[in-house]
């Protein structure tokens, strides 16, 4: 295991930004980090950099406990690259940004210019060598960071949302760029991003944080609902427009519940049961790695995902009537 985190928490004026029970992250994989905006992608990425210490809990890195210890801390920073979603390159030309972490490690001369020169050919920038580093569009600069942190040779590279102002054509080299430092270097990739087609095309796992905690599902079925305890007693999810989940929990009054996309079903018929099942209609549809994205309007806009061989089985588009079903157990209250 690369990472484990234990009960973690981050706070600033006593207000928690982070709070994870438990986080574990494997090496040599592809972890995207999903969330919104104020999620914590960003403080978590600062404590798995060793950049920022936990207010409270525990990290583990490659079985070993990590401690305030300033000479080991230096020492996992030089494994343990983070990039910023908006790097700051030094005021010369691409190639000697590149060379700088080569040269104050004193690297030989000519295994330095060999080492630009092929980081230069992984990220594309080759004919942009001797540009001016202020020069650069957003993406072009994105790339010569990750090139620059590639030169340090870590074991973990960690992006802060390398694509988030970005065009599409750089969308795609840097996602090319995360694919390739993974699967030819070995090196552990961890990106943070609020895009969740991005972390279906080249994450091997996606985690999701919402409100500084790890969520069970992508953070578009999370809604505001109710739960009621009615006169039979169970308990249900009061949601708007009238859409009532049938559910189990402890919990009371208002909360939000999330709706795992992957245990939602859905049916061009009426389904078999009626509890926890909604009319709708199909209003977005997305190619993934290996599923199919169906965005369904049931008075809620729900996320579900199908597998391709079983999508490709049915005749749905945009437009179309359908019926989901939520299960109890794709429901989490937290």
Excluded at 114 to 143: D, I
Excluded at 182 to 205: L, P
Excluded at 243 to 265: W, Y
Excluded at 268 to 289: P, Y
Aim: net charge positive; glycine share 6%; with cysteine.
């Amino acid at each position: 295991m690369l990472y484990q985190l234990k009960n973690i928490i981050k706070a600033y004026n006593g207000q928690a930004v982070l709070d994870l029970k438990r986080l574990s992250i494997q090496k040599g994989k592809v972890i995207g980090l999903l969330g919104p905006n104020g999620s914590g992608k960003t403080t978590l990425l600062e404590i798995l950099a060793f950049l920022l210490p936990p207010t409270s809990g525990e990290v583990w890195f490659k079985q070993e406990q990590i401690n305030s210890n300033m000479g080991r801390l230096m020492k996992l920073r030089r494994k343990v690259v983070l990039v910023q979603q908006h790097p700051i390159l030094f005021t010369t030309t691409v190639y000697k940004n590149i060379d700088f972490p080569l040269k104050i490690r004193s690297t030989p001369q000519a295994r330095r210019s060999e080492m630009v020169n092929e980081l230069l050919e992984l990220v594309g920038m080759t004919s942009f060598k001797n540009a001016k580093a202020h020069t650069l569009s957003g993406g072009q600069t994105q790339r010569v960071a990750i090139a620059r942190a590639l030169a340090c040779s870590p074991e973990v590279i960690l992006l802060d949302e390398p694509m988030s102002s970005v065009d599409v054509e750089n969308q795609i080299t840097i996602e090319r760029i995360i694919r390739e430092i993974n699967q030819i270097k070995g090196i552990s990739v961890v990106f943070a991003t609020h895009d969740m087609v991005q972390t279906s095309r080249i994450a091997d796992e996606t985690l999701f944080l919402f409100e500084g905690k790890v969520a069970k599902s992508i953070y578009e079925n999370i809604f505001s609902a109710r739960i009621e305890t009615v006169a039979d007693g169970h308990q249900y999810c009061m949601l708007p427009n009238g859409f009532k989940l049938r559910t189990r929990s402890e919990k009371t009054g208002q909360n939000r519940i999330s709706i795992s996309p992957a245990k939602v079903r859905i049916s061009q018929n009426k389904c078999s049961t009626e509890e926890n099942t909604r009319k709708g209609k199909i209003i977005q549809l997305n190619q993934e790695r290996f599923n199919v994205r169906v965005l369904v309007d049931v008075g809620i806009p729900l996320n579900v995902l199908i597998p391709k061989e079983s999508f490709n089985r049915h005749e749905m588009g945009i437009g179309d009537d359908v019926w989901v079903n939520c299960p109890v157990e794709s429901i989490d209250i937290f």
